[in-house]
C-alpha cells in the first residue's frame, strides 16, 4: 500500500494518528449504517413482494369483472356508463426519514367523502359483474399507492446502501491502510533518527573523554 507523502516529523505523525481515530470511527459508523440499511432494506423488500402479488390477484379478478360486464352490455352503454365521473381522487406526497434517507409517502385525496360515488351510473341499466369490478379496483387504489410508495423506498434504499458500500470500501482498502503505513514509515523514520542522535552523543562523549584523559595526563607531566 502506497503511503502518503508527508514530513516524517513528530507533529506529522500526531496529526495522522488523529485522522487514523477519526477514520477508524467513521468506518464503524458507515458499517453500521450499512448493516441497518440492509435489513431495512430487505424488510420493506420482503413486504412488497406479498403486497405486488395481492395487488396483481386484485387487478387480475378486477379486469375480469370488466370482461364479464362486457359480454352482458353492449359496448356503447359499457362506455357511456363511465363518462360522467362523480368522484376524483388526488395523491398527497409526505416524506419519512429512513436512515438519513428521505424516502416518499402517499396519501389518497377523494373529493368527495361520500364512498358510493365510486359509480358514476344508475344501478338499473348496468349488471352486477360491473359493480363488483368498479368496487374491487377502487379498493386495490391505496395498495396500489402503497406498492408505489414501497418499491420507490427499495429503490432510493439500493442507492444509499451502495453509496455507503463505497465509502466502507475506500476507508477499509484505502485511506486506513494508507494512514497505518504512513505512520510504520514516519516511526521508523523518528526511531531511526533517534538511534542516529544517540550514536552521535555517545562519539561527542568518547571524544570529550578522550580530550579530559589526555589534558589531565598532560598537566600531570607538567607537574
Known sequence: MAR?????????????????????????????????????????????EKLRLGVEKALTESYAGFQAAGAVMPPEMLEQTFLYPKQGVGIEMKFRNIMSVDVPMYDV???????????????????????????????????????????????????????????????????????????RYITMKLDENERGNLSRLMKVKDMMVEQNIKAQRARDGLA
Open 4 to 48: 502518503l507523502n508527508v514530513n516524517p516529523t513528530r507533529m506529522e505523525l500526531t496529526r495522522l494518528k488523529k485522522r487514523l481515530a477519526t477514520a477508524s470511527r467513521g468506518h464503524k459508523l458507515l458499517k453500521d449504517k450499512r448493516d441497518e440499511l440492509m435489513k431495512q432494506f430487505l424488510d420493506i423488500v420482503r413486504v412488497s
Open 109 to 183: 385525496i377523494t373529493k368527495t367523502s361520500d364512498k358510493a360515488d365510486i359509480y358514476p351510473y344508475g344501478f338499473a341499466a348496468t349488471s352486477g359483474e360491473l359493480d363488483d369490478a368498479v368496487a374491487q379496483l377502487a379498493g386495490t387504489l391505496e395498495d396500489m399507492l402503497r406498492l408505489a410508495e414501497m418499491e420507490k423506498t427499495v429503490k432510493l434504499l439500493a442507492q444509499e446502501i451502495e453509496k455507503t458500500r463505497r465509502r466502507v470500501n475506500a476507508l477499509e482498502y484505502v485511506m486506513i491502510p494508507q494512514l497505518q503505513e504512513t505512520i
